[in-house]
């Protein structure tokens, strides 16, 4: 494919010299983009398990000299109608040392808060095979234990899910584009070139090349313009996709789960270059053929 | 490869006419047809049409009304993928040779060998010795740029005789040459015609046609041939 012979003067054709830098920028882009996709794929799925099997009671305060001792009466009634229900694997009180684990994050330094009246939460674990009835229990639990509400995650994560899902789409979407522009740049290559070789080319076809002689040679030389187009864009995004996976991990502070790229992320990144230069040579020779078949 | 008998017709034309887009017909009413193995001269004077006439059967151009039959196929009901195989039986001069500049006599004179696949061992044995018949073997590897307009010329016409074709068109083969090579290059012509090929020589050098009285002629005059064999 690299050294094959070629009667088409393409090597030294000014016209599709571009064609590897504007390769180079779609791999870039590819890149970012691909990796976007399995990132949000990694979070999406973290969440999603996460989330199924959990909910979270939350009792409040209640205030005065008594307010300590009842709120933790509130607490253990809480647990026990919990762990009564149908379903329920588990109910655990978390401590004030966890409370205020959780609000570290957000808050920072929890010294300040820690003599404040916090609300109290129990984390509840479901069976999530088995379908319950939230509504029904949250109404149940409000009567039974005043001040204690149920807080079923999945409501607002599951918007976040879908922001998250719609996002990857788009990516993908961005992915699809970039593919369709590359195709649309190698087909105005691959014609400018032919009309720049045409006699050439009228030469080949009346002494009897049939058009795939002819096409596999431009398709050659779109694959080794694309493949060397490619392995540039993989060396600029390499070290981008590792500079922002430094920054994304200094943030991990517990809030946001893992960013890191998994591995089958990173294989297809390195395939970028070979899937480039294959869509480029599939282009070129089917343009080829195109306009071959419009002579006589 | 030579599948037609001496006698019976390798090209058949029936009330062929061409025109060039929206314009005048160039060619009007052409009927004739060449029996296998025959030798032919084209005449006529310049822009009577015989480049189109020559364009037509070497199918670098279809006609815009009537039948064409090339080697028994009418090229009307020829499905294009077929067509190279025809266009590998037929040899060509061009009036401009049209070789490419970019490649060696070498390579420009094996590119039929090439199309058709056959192996570089094979190449690299023919076409040498071709080179050497036609007086070029010094110029083996030279680039047309830097050929004179003789050895261009006889480049061409070894590109054209390569794959001993069964019909061999040269469109003002003596037109760049002194008498002398135009001669000899006529005898090559008569030599292939001798092994086989049937030859068609378009030409306005009445001298030519003069001293080779024995070949038919057919005559072309504003746009339609007037002159049978």
Known sequence: MFGRHSDLPLKGDATSRFLP???????????????????????????????????????QPVPGEAGEALTDERVRQAVELMRRTPGVLAARPLDKKQILALLEPWLGNTDVVKDLPLPRLIDVTVDPDISMELLELADRLARSVPGATLDDHRIWLSRLINLSRTTEWVAIAILVLIGCVTSATVIYATRTSMAVNRSVIEVLHLIGAHDDYIARQFADRSFALGFSGGLIGLALAVPSLTAIGWAARRIEGGFLPSLSLPVTGWVMIAMLPVIAAALAMLTARLAVHATLARMP | MRN??????????????????????????????LPSGSFHFLTGSSGAGKSSLMRLMYLGLRPTRGRVVLFDKDIAMTRRYELPALRRRIGVVFQDF?????????????????????????????????????????????KPPTLSGGQKQR??????????PDLLLADEPTGNVDDHIAMRLLHLFEELNRL??????????????????????????RGTVVEGE
């Open chain 1, 21 to 59: 830098w504007l390769v180079a920028l779609m791999v870039y882009l590819s890149a970012v983009s691909l990796a976007g996709v399995f990132v949000l794929n990694g979070l999406v799925r973290s969440w999603d398990h996460d989330v199924s099997g959990t909910l979270t009671v939350q009792v």
């Open chain 2, 4 to 33: 037609n008998r001496r006698g019976e017709h390798i090209i058949r034309f029936d009330s062929v006419g061409l025109r060039y887009g929206l314009g005048p017909e160039v060619l009007r009413d052409i009927s004739f047809a």
């Open chain 2, 98 to 142: 049209r070789l490419l500049d970019h490649l060696s006599a070498m390579d420009n004179v094996a590119l039929p060998l090439r199309v058709r696949g056959v192996k570089e061992s094979e190449v690299r044995k023919h076409v040498p010795e071709l080179l050497n018949w036609v007086g070029l073997s010094e110029q083996i590897n030279a």
């Open chain 2, 155 to 164: 480049v061409a016409i070894a590109r054209a005789v390569i794959g001993r």
């Open chain 2, 196 to 221: 086989g090929t049937t030859v068609v020589i378009a030409t306005h050098n009445q001298f030519l046609v003069d001293r080779f009285t024995q070949y038919p002629r057919l005559h072309i005059d």
